[in-house]
């Protein structure tokens, strides 16, 4: 599978407009779309941070999807975001959909590595980061994503709840340093809201 991100910042009094206009629409315009297989919507209102991404069965299903949607995905964040970044990667390892309720919070780990490292990399993390995660109290769902061309990933984790969220930093914390002892390097760490999360 493939997953288009999409980072979008801007001023955190209109974000709340902005959120509301893609909890209404968002699903219902991408699982139009042959190939969808989820989304997921994430933001910081108080820094002004929405986080996207929608998951796709193909990189073709991908491209044409990005096309089609485009316009109405800016017109959408229009009253809210003032920078824009989007990115594909590979949905390299992925655990089961699962339910999520309210309160639910996301670790995001952007990192670089490699291009050549890229299956050692997602390995390591299925044999050892994984498991550690799954382990976890609170743990909803986890996946790791690579654009293996350019050497650039991320991982994603979702807990129940903020609380669990907060308790899961250490232990995660141990799991990047066995990551970057692979020679992956860490380049940004995120904290955010879960706001809407659908796979199919």
């Given at each position: 599978?493939?997953?288009r991100t999409g980072y979008f910042t801007g001023d955190p009094s209109t974000i709340d407009q902005a959120l509301d206009g893609?909890?209404?629409?968002?699903?219902?315009?991408?699982?139009?779309?042959?190939?969808?297989?989820?989304?997921?919507?994430?933001?910081?209102?108080?820094?002004?941070?929405?986080?996207?991404?929608?998951?796709?069965?193909?990189?073709?299903?991908?491209?044409?999807?990005?096309?089609?949607?485009?316009?109405?995905?800016?017109?959408?964040?229009?009253?809210?975001?003032?920078?824009?970044?989007?990115?594909?990667?590979?949905?390299?390892?992925?655990?089961?959909?699962?339910?999520?309720?309210?309160?639910?919070?996301?670790?995001?780990?952007?990192?670089?590595?490699?291009?050549?490292?890229?299956?050692?990399?997602?390995?390591?993390?299925?044999?050892?980061?994984?498991?550690?995660?799954q382990g976890m109290d609170g743990f909803v769902s986890a996946a790791l994503l690579l654009n293996r061309a350019v050497g650039?990933?991320?991982?994603?984790?979702?807990?129940?709840?903020?609380?669990?969220?907060?308790?899961?930093?250490?232990?995660?914390?141990?799991?990047?340093?066995?990551?970057?002892?692979?020679?992956?390097?860490?380049?940004?760490?995120?904290?955010?809201?879960?706001?809407?999360?659908?796979?199919?």
């Amino acid at each position: 599978m493939y997953v288009r991100t999409g980072y979008f910042t801007g001023d955190p009094s209109t974000i709340d407009q902005a959120l509301d206009g893609l909890r209404a629409e968002a699903v219902g315009l991408l699982s139009a779309q042959p190939g969808y297989r989820g989304y997921g919507l994430f933001a910081d209102r108080e820094r002004g941070v929405i986080l996207m991404g929608s998951w796709w069965d193909t990189a073709q299903h991908e491209r044409d999807s990005a096309e089609r949607l485009r316009q109405r995905r800016d017109e959408l964040l229009a009253p809210f975001a003032t920078t824009t970044a989007v990115e594909v990667l590979e949905a390299t390892v992925v655990t089961p959909p699962a339910p999520v309720g309210p309160g639910a919070g996301f670790r995001l780990v952007r990192f670089d590595f490699e291009p050549d490292r890229g299956d050692e990399l997602a390995e390591g993390f299925r044999a050892g980061a994984l498991p550690a995660l799954q382990g976890m109290d609170g743990f909803v769902s986890a996946a790791l994503l690579l654009n293996r061309a350019v050497g650039r990933g991320s991982v994603g984790v979702v807990f129940a709840d903020r609380a669990a969220l907060a308790a899961s930093r250490g232990p995660q914390a141990a799991a990047r340093a066995k990551a970057a002892a692979s020679g992956a390097v860490v380049r940004s760490l995120e904290e955010l809201d879960v706001v809407l999360l659908e796979r199919s």
